[in-house]
């Protein structure tokens, strides 16, 4: 009798975090896996697992809720350790039957979904959709929550160093701690123990090259993408065949506290250049700006077939919007947010698919200038050429190697 593979997919993070793991799971199903998801329950994508027949777990609090809070650093520690208990609690029993571990999202809750598979005795692989985590020679880590890098140092080994001792000091004790509750052994240090020997890196190869390093062996899978068969609301449709196509406006997961504000000041230089606009809400919860119907916001989407028919996409720099809006063509503003955001601000200039704004508060003269670029004749050229280059076997390609690490 043939052993069916039984695959434990772990996240904690925003949706950015959460969707690719849809995209593999389908995969994997496929391939005649069965599969969980462990996820934050909030409602924007808890959803997205059944739609492709794989039950989510919930684990751990509002994820929303938390990026909203604006938690200040010194409370990180105490929150660490909550999210690392509740691995260990909702990760432990999700996992019992499971062959394989796959773990991704926040330091912390990667670190306690890892530390799980340990206690089981089962395979697990690290994953993550942005390549900054990985210490590298050529570039400055980031900077951790309340912990800033000295701007004076420009050893990058140095800098990355000081980057793991930072990340012993947010998340160490509450780490050992837990594991100490379960009967592991401390770990030294908690980057380093989440990212392993041979960590996978599930983004596109085009948009995000990696330069290899000595160090560390890096599995490039591509992106893990799911192709999105919902149709699009007809009242969307409607707006969008009742014009040129519009520019879309969204900022995804990050609250933006300044919203109102920040809607009205992107829409504003949209119209200006002629153009029509569609809105995500988002986490920011942008709402429209007037009354006039030039102006169409939208919730939860197929940003596949909508980025194919939009004339740009303004958005925050989030890893996943970056890599859905690449593979359509779409040329791209970025507004750049927190964390990794101001790296996808970097890949879209460089590769000259868009715009790249320089702050992360955009003003109408600002944006109009990036709008320019975005709309310029050559950009959508570019734009189209890189498309077509874009990688689309990404979860095909890293759920055959999980079934292969599974036996």
């Known amino acids: 009798m043939i052993h069916e593979v039984r695959v434990l997919l772990s996240t904690y993070g925003s949706r950015g975090n959460v969707e690719p793991l849809v995209g593999l799971a389908a995969r994997l199903r496929g391939l005649g896996a069965q599969v969980r998801v462990c996820a934050p329950p909030d409602e924007d994508f808890a959803q997205r697992p059944a739609e492709v027949g794989v039950p989510l777990v919930p684990v751990g609090p509002s994820a929303r809720a938390l990026t909203r809070a604006a938690l200040p650093p010194a409370s990180l520690p105490r929150r660490a350790a909550e999210l690392i208990a509740g691995q260990l609690d909702t990760v432990t029993e999700a996992a019992q039957d499971c062959d394989v571990l796959v773990a991704t999202g926040a330091l912390p809750a990667a670190a306690g979904a890892l530390s799980v598979a340990e206690k089981l005795g089962i395979r697990s692989v690290s994953v993550t959709f942005q390549q900054l985590t990985l210490p590298a020679a050529h570039r400055r880590p980031l900077a951790r929550p309340g912990l800033p890098l000295p701007p004076e140092v420009t050893d990058h080994e140095v800098l990355w160093e000081l980057d793991a ?117 988002g986490w920011a919860g942008l709402s429209p700006v007037d009354h006039r119907d030039d102006c169409f916001v939208v919730g939860e989407v197929n940003q596949q077939a909508l980025f194919g028919r939009v004339a740009a996409v303004v958005h925050h720099g989030g890893a996943g919007t970056t890599t859905a809006a690449a593979p359509a063509g779409a040329p791209q503003v970025v507004v750049p947010q927190p964390a990794d955001q101001p790296y996808w601000v970097g890949r879209v200039a460089e590769s000259a698919i868009g715009a790249a704004h320089e702050s992360s508060t955009p003003t109408f003269a600002s944006l109009s200038a990036a709008l320019g670029t975005a709309l310029a004749p050559e950009t959508p050229v570019r734009a189209a050429a890189l498309a077509g280059r874009v990688r689309t076997d990404g979860a095909s390609v890293a759920a055959r190697l999980l079934l292969d690490a599974a036996g």
């Open 165 to 281: 001792r930072n990340a012993d000091a947010l998340f160490g004790e509450a780490l050992n701690t837990n594991r100490a509750s379960i009967g592991l052994p401390p770990v030294e240090h908690v980057r380093d123990c989440v990212i392993g020997n041979r960590p996978w890196l599930a983004t596109d190869p085009v948009l995000d090259p990696w330069r290899k390093s000595p160090d560390r062996d890096v599995v490039r899978t591509g992106a893990w993408v799911l192709p999105d068969g919902r149709p699009l609301p007809a009242d969307l449709v409607a707006f969008l065949e009742a014009g040129a196509p519009p520019v879309y406006v969204g900022f995804g997961s990050m609250p933006l506290h300044a919203a109102a504000d920040i809607g009205r000041v992107a829409v504003e230089p949209v119209r200006a250049r002629g153009r029509r606009a569609v809105v995500a809400r």
